[in-house]
């Protein structure tokens, strides 16, 4: 089994409606994240958690809000999605390297979200 | 505004000769540096990373250089197989906690 997944893995929907992307996790990392890939823009930070409690902007918060229920769980929410959210959305989690900060990120396989 | 940069967006190979695979940053914060591989339909998957410490990282046929000074690192392959045609995405941190991701790299290894 996937150590990180992703539901759904592609979604169309319409301009407006609401959407959850969500991400499970079985590695036990406290650390979780998600970006957004867009063509000739890489992989860009839009929130991330270092635990239940503590959730924190990234790079393009705007238009997104995220609930980490769980530690293994970390959904993320367009509450009134426009076209140029379509892309490409990754989930991710990490461990701590031995300085205390994060090491590697393991990626989910990506959910592809295009709205109308 | 970008702080990591991958210049190339594609790159062409023969199996058995070196790939190399650059990234610019603009931030001298910076001190943790990545590469991850891409394959389509797959999240990216982590390769090889550096600390500012170092100038150079070895991990089998991957090795990572570092240049604090241009602010430049680079990602060499050799001997390049069919199988490390994929993106390659670098990223860096000066905080451990964000990291900043270039555009990505698409590398095809001819066999």
């Known amino acids: 089994d996937a150590d990180v997944t992703q539901t759904p893995r592609n979604r169309i929907t319409k301009t407006g409606k609401r959407i959850m992307l969500e991400c499970s996790q079985t590695?036990?990392?406290?650390?979780m994240y998600w970006y957004r890939q867009d063509p000739g823009l890489g992989l860009r930070l839009i929130y991330y958690s270092f635990d239940v409690k503590d959730i924190n902007k990234g790079e393009i918060s705007d238009g997104y809000s995220v609930s980490r229920q769980a530690q293994a769980k970390f959904s993320l929410s367009l509450e009134s999605a426009i076209p140029n959210q379509t892309a490409l959305y990754f989930c991710?989690?990490?461990?701590?390297?031995?300085?205390?900060?994060?090491?590697?990120?393991?990626f989910g396989p990506g959910t592809r979200l295009t709205v109308l | 505004d970008q702080q990591v940069k991958q210049n190339s967006p594609s790159l062409s190979v023969q199996e058995g000769r070196i790939s190399i695979l650059n990234c610019d940053y603009t931030?001298?914060?910076?001190?943790?540096f990545l590469w991850y591989k891409k394959y389509p339909a797959e999240g990216p998957t982590f390769l090889i990373s550096i600390s500012s410490i170092k100038d150079k990282n070895e991990d089998g046929r991957f090795t990572v250089f570092l240049n604090k000074s241009a602010k430049h690192l680079s990602l060499h392959i050799v001997p390049s197989q069919p199988g490390d045609s994929a993106v390659y995405f670098c990223a860096a941190s000066s905080t451990g906690n964000q990291f900043y991701f270039g555009t990505g790299t698409s590398l095809t290894v001819i066999p």
């Open positions: 931030n001298s914060m910076f001190d943790y």
């Open positions: 590695k036990g990392h406290d650390r």
């Open positions: 991710a989690t990490s461990d701590l390297n031995f300085n205390g900060l994060t090491d590697t990120q393991y």
